[in-house]
Nanobody
Framework: QVQLVESGGGLVQAGGSLRLSCAASGRTFSTYAMGWFRQAEGKEREFVAQISWRGDNSYYTDSVKGRFTISRVNAKNTVYLQMNSLKPEDTAIYYC???????????????????WGQGTQVTVSS
């Protein structure tokens, strides 16, 4: 069992930055690939970024490439999402999730993620 707790969300002006953190419980964090998803009001949940077990591979949705960076520190059981040059369209609840599998060729499907956090709100004002 893995419990995930996100933090770091908030209100920021367009062009600003935020760093989200996701802390995991348990001693098996390094055996899970990690992903970030987001869900804007009235929209479906969408994939944002993913990182492999050791952090040596990552993948991003096109809309955040060059602006967002996913990273992890296994010794701290934590995955991060550094978000720069934020835009109003980035406004959403951001969720981290843990998957025992990792798809190198593209986004790991949501059904592969066994554990999800409760989410943290990110609001970008124009």
């Amino acid at each position: 069992q893995v419990q995930l707790v996100e933090s770091g969300g908030g209100l920021v002006q367009a062009g600003g930055s935020l760093r989200l953190s996701c802390a995991a419980s348990g001693r098996t964090f390094s055996t899970y690939a990690m992903g970030w998803f987001r869900q804007a009001e009235g929209k479906e949940r969408e994939f944002v970024a993913q990182i492999s077990w050791r952090g040596d591979n990552s993948y991003y949705t096109d809309s955040v490439k060059g602006r967002f960076t996913i990273s992890r520190v296994n010794a701290k059981n934590t995955v991060y999402l550094q978000m720069n040059s934020l835009k109003p369209e980035d406004t959403a609840i951001y969720y981290c999730a843990a998957s025992p599998n990792y798809y190198y060729a593209g986004p790991t499907p949501p059904y592969e993620y066994h554990y999800w956090g409760q989410g943290t709100q990110v609001t970008v004002s124009s």
